[in-house]
């Protein structure tokens, strides 16, 4: 994961920050937050999507397998005096992080950088209390042309068939399971590539 440590400190540019709040607000929309609320945001990078779900939540573990990103969700952390929210290194196909179960688990373009993609979601179930949560957003099926460097940032899937997903979280013990297409990234080749949030409450 190198090439995020090295990424870290130029990772919040204004077009991330715009996109993760929409992505945060179809989240909202979606799940029914509370105060009571304690989330886990998993490949959290530099937190943007846990810390801007913050404020409708009781607390929000920030977890990431990138020793530099974690370092500057840290220092988010410190610098804005939060103090209910914590960053961890972590990966997803390890035993749940510490605080678990949790509520709710949130991503976003995670689970096309892990080849197995239905460990992720054996991994998010056993995060999850029973009744528990999930909102993961990832990209649509496409052509292999989303990434220029794919093999530096340990991509594994060409985006997702959204059934096939789907179908995969039902079997993983999932209930409530739907998609739909929540934002998108428009890339230098000037196309747009759709992010889709998969969402579904662990029976």
Not at 154 to 174: I, K, N, S
């Amino acid at each position: 994961m190198s090439v995020f440590d090295d990424e870290a400190a130029e990772w919040d540019t204004p077009e991330r920050i715009g996109r993760v709040h929409v992505v945060a607000e179809a989240i909202r929309d979606r799940i029914s937050l509370t105060r009571h609320t304690r989330a886990v945001d998993i490949g959290a990078g530099t937190g943007l999507l846990g810390l801007d779900l913050l404020p409708h939540v009781a607390s929000v573990v920030l977890a990431d397998p990138s020793e530099g990103m974690v370092a500057a969700a840290r220092s988010k952390i410190e610098a804005r005096r939060i103090e209910n929210a914590t960053a961890i290194v972590y990966d997803v196909t390890d035993d749940p992080p510490r605080g678990a179960p949790f509520d709710l688990v949130v991503s976003m373009l995670v689970m096309h950088h892990v080849e197995d993609n239905a460990a992720v979601l054996r991994s998010v179930h056993s995060m999850l209390r029973p009744g528990g949560q999930m909102a993961l957003v990832d990209l649509d099926a496409e052509d292999g042309s989303f990434h220029d460097d794919p093999e530096g940032h340990g991509v594994h899937h060409q985006g997702f068939d959204r059934g096939e997903l789907e179908t995969r979280a039902r079997a993983c013990g999932f209930e409530d399971v739907g998609t739909r297409i929540v934002s998108e990234i428009t890339r230098e080749n000037g196309r747009s590539y759709p992010l889709f949030l998969l969402s579904g409450r662990r029976a």
